[in-house]
Nanobody, 128 residues
């Protein structure tokens, strides 16, 4: 599956953005999905993940309560709603897909090494 992330931009602290991830080909229904981010000079870090059915979700502590991951399998799209953005949220955001999971898997993975497919990233810049 080839992933395309979109929706990034430059905003002020306290603003919101909604990222989308859709495949240029293939179906996201077959994959658990996640968002990761990478700021300059930092390692890629986990942000949020969701299982194939959308019933199991996990977040990094740094975004819990502010970000929401969701998916619409009918629209073949995964979203990341980011509210109350902070300057430390500035990074390139990547969506990633993990194959080989059951539809109603009770847990999600926060390890980037377990994700097989990656999008090209979308830049989010938050000014304070």
């Amino acid at each position: 599956v080839q992933l395309q992330a979109s929706g990034g931009g430059s905003v002020q602290a306290g603003d919101f953005l909604k990222l989308s991830c859709a495949p240029s080909r293939g179906s996201l229904r077959n994959y658990a999905m996640a968002w990761f981010r990478q700021a300059p000079g930092n390692e890629r870090e986990f942000v949020a993940a969701i299982n194939r059915a959308g019933g199991a979700i996990g977040y990094a502590d740094s975004v819990k309560g502010r970000f929401t991951i969701s998916r619409d399998n009918a629209k073949n799209t995964v979203y990341l709603q980011m509210n109350i953005l902070r300057s430390e949220d500035t990074a390139v955001y990547y969506c990633a897909a993990k194959g080989g999971t059951i539809y109603y898997a009770p847990t999600i993975s926060s390890s980037h090494g377990q994700y097989n497919y990656w999008g090209q990233g979308t830049q989010v810049t938050v000014s304070s």
